[in-house]
T-cell receptor, first 116, second 115 residues
Framework: DADVTQTPRNRITKTGKRIMLECSQT?????MYWYRQDPGLGLRLIYY???????NKGEISDGYSVSRQAQAKFSLSLESAIPNQTALYFC???????????????FGEGSRLTVL | KNQVEQSPQSLIILEGKNCTLQ??????????LRWYKQDTGRGPVSLTI?????NTKSNGRYTATLDADTKQSSLHITASQLSDSASYIC??????????????FGTGTRLTIIP
C-alpha cells in the first residue's frame, strides 16, 4: 500500500460545484502539503500544515481551503470550482529536518481534477 | 524573485547512452537543492539532496553536482535505461528562519529513452 494515499485519483465536475480531495498518510509525518501541477509550470504550494492545529497559506491559496482532521489526514476543498482550477493536485508529507528544515517530500499519486 | 530554470525542456536519447540535465537557480539564501524523478502519472520521488558544502553526490547511475558559486546543478545519468524515462524536477530550498522555508520548483526536464 502507498504511504501517501489520495482520493479520488480522477474527478470531472462542473463549474460551481464543491469538491473535496482527500489525503491520508501512514508515514507518521507531522508536515503535510497540497500542491498543484500545471503543464509548463513548476509545482505550486496551495496550503501546508505542520501539525493538527496549524494551517498556513501557500502561494496560490485563493479559491481553496483545507482541513487537518488528524495527523494522518489533510483534505483540500474547492468551495465553488472554476475551469482554471483544472489541474493535477498532489498531497505530500515530510518530517521536520535539522533546525526545522523541511526534509524530503513524499508525494501521493496525484488527483487529476477537471472542471467543465 | 526566486527562480529555478531547467534545461533542456525535453530530451530524447538512445538506451545505454549518457545524458546531463541542467538546473540554474537564483534562490537566496540557499539552503539545499534536491532532484526529484516523476514517472508519468505518479508523484515525484526524491533522487538526491545537495547541500551548500557538497559538490558531487551519486545514487546508483545518477550523479548530481552543485556549484554554489555559479548557482548551477546538474544531474548526470549513466548508461540510461528505459525506466529512466520520466520528468526530472529540480527543487531549491531557501531558509528564511527557523521553521520558515520556501521551496522553489523548476518546471522539469522530460527525458525519453528509446530502445
Amino acid at each position: 500500500d502507498a504511504d501517501v494515499t489520495q482520493t479520488p485519483r480522477n474527478r470531472i465536475t462542473k463549474t460551481g460545484k464543491r469538491i473535496m480531495l482527500e489525503c491520508s498518510q501512514t508515514k507518521g509525518h507531522d508536515r503535510m502539503y497540497w500542491y498543484r501541477q500545471d503543464p509548463g509550470l513548476g509545482l505550486r504550494l496551495i496550503y501546508y500544515s505542520f501539525d493538527v492545529k496549524d494551517i498556513n497559506k501557500g502561494e496560490i491559496s485563493d479559491g481553496y481551503s483545507v482541513s487537518r482532521q488528524a495527523q494522518a489526514k489533510f483534505s483540500l476543498s474547492l468551495e465553488s470550482a472554476i475551469p482554471n482550477q483544472t489541474a493535477l493536485y498532489f498531497c505530500a508529507t515530510s518530517a521536520a529536518g535539522l533546525a526545522g528544515h523541511t526534509g524530503e517530500l513524499f508525494f501521493g499519486e496525484g488527483s487529476r481534477l477537471t472542471v467543465l | 524573485k526566486n527562480q529555478v530554470e531547467q534545461s533542456p525542456q525535453s530530451l530524447i536519447i538512445l538506451e545505454g547512452k549518457n545524458c546531463t540535465l541542467q538546473c540554474n537557480y537564483t534562490v537566496s539564501p540557499f539552503s539545499n537543492l534536491r532532484w526529484y524523478k516523476q514517472d508519468t502519472g505518479r508523484g515525484p520521488v526524491s533522487l538526491t539532496i545537495m547541500t551548500f558544502s557538497e559538490n558531487t553526490k551519486s545514487n546508483g547511475r545518477y550523479t548530481a553536482t552543485l556549484d554554489a558559486d555559479t548557482k548551477q546543478s546538474s544531474l548526470h545519468i549513466t548508461a540510461s535505461q528505459l525506466s529512466d524515462s520520466a520528468s526530472y524536477i529540480c527543487v531549491v530550498s531557501s531558509r528564511l528562519g527557523f521553521g520558515n522555508e520556501k521551496l522553489t520548483f523548476g518546471t522539469g526536464t522530460r527525458l525519453t529513452i528509446i530502445p
